[in-house]
């Protein structure tokens, strides 16, 4: 079960529940039934993503358990430019409450996956493709001001030790014994203050070595 200190953060708007980290809170859940379930996992980063979600998120009687039955999760949704039809984007995971989705089709979460191998590489990439989609030009929108980050950590690696590489996350355990859970707050291009969240989510014990 998650747990909040609101006082630990500077956006405050969101806070007054902890919605968000509850729907996290479970989704690390889903993934330690997958580390349990699966006898090895490709070293890809949608097939670990649809894996999550066709597995766990969409499975009715995980999200009952789980008490997910509100939330609804879906995969490669395009964001659409506001001043043409063009595309701007795809979420790996959009979520959203069913019942205030009939209210406004604009209140939903994004979590943007990335693989993690402690390689400079994939460390630039989870900046540039990763946070940078949510700051630059807001090209991934928060409705709420806090989304979300999983990075798929698919090498036997210090998750601490490599998480320093990003300066500005934070610390924040809200999952109870887990230990690589943060924020990061910021300021985007059009002057809107966000909160992304991060969870680094250790697969490779799982990661089909000749997929590497």
């Known amino acids: 079960m998650s747990k909040l200190d609101a006082s630990n953060f500077i956006y405050l708007d969101f806070y007054q529940d902890n919605?968000?980290?509850?729907?996290?809170?479970?989704?690390?859940?889903?993934?330690?039934?997958?580390?349990?379930?699966?006898?090895?996992?490709?070293?890809?980063?949608?097939?670990?993503?649809?894996?999550?979600?066709?597995?766990?998120?969409?499975?009715?009687?995980?999200?009952?358990?789980?008490?997910?039955?509100?939330?609804?999760?879906?995969?490669?949704?395009?964001?659409?430019?506001?001043?043409?039809?063009?595309?701007?984007?795809?979420?790996?995971?959009?979520?959203?409450?069913?019942?205030?989705?009939?209210?406004?089709?604009?209140s939903y979460y994004i979590i943007e996956c990335k693989r993690i191998d402690g390689t400079n590489e994939l460390n630039k990439k989870y900046v540039s493709n990763g946070i940078n989609r949510f700051i630059e030009n807001e090209k991934y929108p928060s409705f709420k001001k806090a989304n979300g980050m999983i990075g798929f950590v698919v090498n036997p690696i210090d998750i601490e030790k490599n998480t320093k590489y990003f300066s500005d996350l934070k610390f924040h355990q809200f999952i109870n014994g887990f230990k690589y859970s943060y924020v990061s707050n910021h300021t985007t291009t059009n002057s809107n203050d966000i909160t992304l969240y991060h969870l680094m989510l250790d697969y490779s014990s799982k990661i089909n070595t000749s997929s590497n």
């Open 19 to 106: 919605v968000f980290e509850f729907i996290l809170s479970q989704i690390y859940n889903c993934y330690n039934k997958m580390l349990n379930d699966y006898t090895s996992i490709e070293n890809n980063e949608n097939l670990i993503r649809n894996g999550l979600h066709k597995n766990y998120l969409e499975n009715n009687q995980i999200r009952e358990e789980l008490q997910l039955i509100p939330y609804l999760f879906d995969t490669e949704v395009e964001l659409y430019n506001e001043d043409d039809d063009s595309v701007k984007g795809r979420t790996d995971i959009k979520v959203y409450n069913a019942i205030e989705r009939t209210k406004n089709t604009n």
